[in-house]
């Protein structure tokens, strides 16, 4: 890491990338990255006990943010609830731990050079659009897309095009595989790269398949106004 603009914002050393659980690079700025949750997720509590908490003013914070005793007295105050999303990862994470020589032992990129970005999004694009595949296809063009976009990540001059059409294609492959959910966040993931009539028709698809039919209306008309 390089800098830290917020605890929630990093910019990383030249070389270095930042990545979701599937291998797809992290912008750096925080507030511009969706969330996605399927695979991993970090639950971190910003109160702990009354002492935990009088520790905390008392030191202070790298981003110069006030901090008093009465955050802590109105977070006590409001209603509460078990929440135990979290058990079903159980399991699975027990499964893991007891396999440390599970490693990812391939080239960051796949062996893509950054210059040829383009040239294999073009060759992925045309499977996506082409034959059926199945699951093992599927998870093969998964990989190779991520593969380019951590190519296109840690090339001089990151190509936005690239990222915005990786992540449309993601949503093809999601749409494919009858993941829905994950398909509109790859969809909304791209809007952020930019907003073309592409991707408000494809999220117009998805949330028809989803029976979202007024919200699916209006992402059409929005891809008719690109």
Known sequence: MRASATPHSFSLRRGWQCVDPERFPIPDAF???????RLLAVNHYYFKSRDDFSIKVARGNPV????????FDDHIHRPTAEDGRLRHFE????????????RLNRPATGGIAPGRCKEALHAVN????GRKADADRLRDLHVRLADISMANQMSDAPDTNVSLQVWLLRARL????QAFATAEHCVRQSLLCGATSEAYALLAEILMQRRELESAR????????R
């Open 31 to 37: 507030p511009f990255t969706i969330p996605h949750t």
């Open 64 to 71: 110069q943010i006030p901090r008093s005793m009465r955050e």
């Open 91 to 102: 399991a699975p994470v027990q499964a893991l731990l007891a396999k440390p020589h599970l």
């Open 126 to 129: 045309d499977e996506v659009h």
């Open 174 to 177: 999601a749409v494919t595989g």
């Open 218 to 225: 209006f992402a059409l008309s929005l891809a008719r106004m």
